[in-house]
């Protein structure tokens, strides 16, 4: 069982910066595919960005160039630092672990954590 916590969301105005962090209750290093998905109000729930344990990273394509996923494994925590912000960036950010990744697409793990609101308005 692993548990994930996210923190760091909030209110941004359009074109600012914020970076969430995800706490994992187990060590990361045994972890492969961590991610960042997102749920905007009457929208599916889509990924954001994944990160494999050699560090491999992929992205949606509406955040590249503009979100960086990262990990710290001696702190069990995985980032998403997100830049140049826009309002249909707005939605609750979930992070998720271990997802399963092939050439086409990424399915998400079985382990959610409960969310942080990012809310990008002026």
């Known amino acids: 069982q692993v548990q994930l916590v996210e923190s760091g969301g909030g209110l941004v105005q359009p074109g600012g910066s914020l970076r969430l962090s995800c706490a994992a209750s187990s060590n990361i290093l045994s972890i492969n595919n961590m991610g960042w998905y997102r749920q905007a109000p009457g929208k599916q729930r889509e990924l954001v960005a994944v990160i494999s344990i050699s560090g491999s990273t992929r992205y949606a394509d509406s955040v590249k160039g503009r979100f960086t996923i990262s990990r710290d494994n001696a702190k069990n925590t995985v980032y998403l630092q997100m830049n140049s912000l826009k309002p249909e960036d707005t939605a609750v950010y979930f992070c998720?672990?271990?997802?399963?990744?092939?050439?086409?697409?990424?399915?998400?793990?079985?382990?959610w954590g409960q969310g942080t609101q990012v809310t990008v308005s002026s």
């Open positions: 998720n672990a271990p997802g399963v990744t092939t050439p086409a697409t990424v399915y998400p793990g079985k382990y």
